[in-house]
């Protein structure tokens, strides 16, 4: 009898085991996808902002070529009146990015592939990839419990999610900075040394887009 009733409490155990790592991936399922719902939805149009609708015009110019701006009044009188806020008069007589073109270079290739979508887009969804790999990441090296609560504390961020409704580069900077330090993480765990080598490009890609950005 008293195996018999061991038997039946494992059994039990293991099935409430089981709802509960169900109910943790059902509930990880809804606020990543909640979050996305949000993010998508609500994004705000490259040319409404100031940064933004920079990273917009550059990642537009790159694609077609154009490195370097100019108008009439500046060309005429060659006074930096004439230039946005953002640009920087050369001694040619035109004007070029104020701030570094890391990050509009890259939404320029998504640019050439997707159009305006994805410079409305970009933001959002590299947002939502941070959510996805913050999760994975944090499951993967700490357990699934962890993983829920990490997925929970970036999902409530404000500055995350008010960042990349925009065309700006937080996300995707937290994005490969966050993946180059689990291969950092892996690379002690597993001494190997591809595991360095794919830590130190993420890091680089992820510098390239800051310190340019």
């Known amino acids: 009898n008293s195996r018999y009733i061991l038997e039946i409490m494992l059994l039990k155990s293991k099935k409430l085991s089981k709802n509960i790592e169900n109910s943790v991936l059902l509930l990880k399922i809804i606020i990543i996808s909640l979050a996305a719902i949000y993010l998508i939805g609500n994004f705000n149009p490259f040319y409404e902002g100031t940064d933004s609708f920079l990273y917009g015009n550059i990642a537009i110019n790159f694609s077609n070529g154009v490195f370097s701006i100019s108008n009439e009044l500046l060309e005429e009188t060659g006074k930096s009146q004439f230039v946005g806020t953002n640009w920087l008069k050369t001694v040619h007589g035109d004007a070029v990015p104020r701030a570094g073109v890391g990050f509009a270079a890259?939404?320029?290739?998504?640019?050439s592939i997707f159009g305006y979508y994805a410079l409305f887009y970009l933001g959002p969804i590299t947002a939502v990839l941070l959510l996805v790999v913050s999760e994975r990441i944090s499951t993967k090296l700490f357990g699934k419990y962890c993983g829920l609560l990490t997925l929970m504390f970036v999902a409530t961020n404000h500055l995350i999610f008010r960042?990349?409704?925009?065309?700006?580069?937080?996300?995707?900077?937290?994005?490969?900075?966050?993946?180059?330090?689990y291969f950092f993480i892996t690379f002690f765990k597993t001494k190997k040394n591809n595991r360095l080598l794919l830590a130190s490009c993420f890091f680089v890609f992820a510098s390239f887009i800051k310190i340019n950005g």
């Open 106 to 111: 890259i939404a320029s290739i998504f640019y």
């Open 163 to 181: 960042n990349s409704l925009n065309l700006q580069t937080e996300s995707m900077f937290a994005l490969l900075f966050l993946v180059g330090t």
